[in-house]
């Protein structure tokens, strides 16, 4: 995939029309390793683990820095998966009142429609093992509860 193929648009029933570089994700400090919550997981008898995991992601996803000391640890990016939660660059993009419904639009034809309050749970991976999803990509939607993936996302469409 090219660059420019790499990119995710938000638009549909919003006050902006959002456009999402997955590429920087890396060095976003709201970035989740999936790798080790997953391994927290198995390792976790109940699901309440899972659900305060979610309500953490998207308390730190709320916070807004003004800093800008990038800090990475090389072997975990190049070895780990990651994602970002959904929901700060969907606040961004001022979903209107009357926004019901989110659908994730792949770029092999493929839609998964979501009510917007689970939506807004979403996680978008943007790594596998430290590269980028250039073959199912340019990002995965991960829902809480869902069996599987939603792949190959360009677009998320505000209804």
Do not use: C
Not at 6 to 11: D, G, L
Not at 23 to 29: E, N, P, R, V, Y
Not at 54 to 75: I, P, S, T
Not at 116 to 132: H, T, V, W
């Amino acid at each position: 995939m090219s660059q420019q193929e790499m990119i995710v648009i938000i638009s549909g029933n919003t006050g902006y029309k959002i456009t999402l570089d997955p590429g920087s994700f890396i060095f976003d400090k709201r970035k989740v390793n999936l790798d080790a919550e997953s391994q927290e997981a198995a390792q976790e008898p109940s699901g309440q683990i899972s659900g305060e995991a979610w309500d953490l992601h998207r308390k730190q996803g709320m916070k807004v820095r003004n800093e800008n000391d990038v800090k990475v640890n090389r072997q975990e990016m190049q070895n780990s998966s990651f994602g970002i939660p959904l929901l700060p660059f969907l606040n961004n993009a001022a979903p209107d009142e009357s926004a019901r419904s989110i659908v994730f639009s792949g770029e092999n034809g493929e839609l998964a429609e979501y009510p917007i309050e689970e939506a807004r749970q979403a996680i978008l991976k943007f790594s596998e093992k430290g590269k980028p999803l250039n073959e199912t990509g340019p990002v995965h939607v991960l829902m809480p509860g869902a069996d599987k993936p939603v792949t190959h996302v360009v677009e998320i469409v505000v209804i």
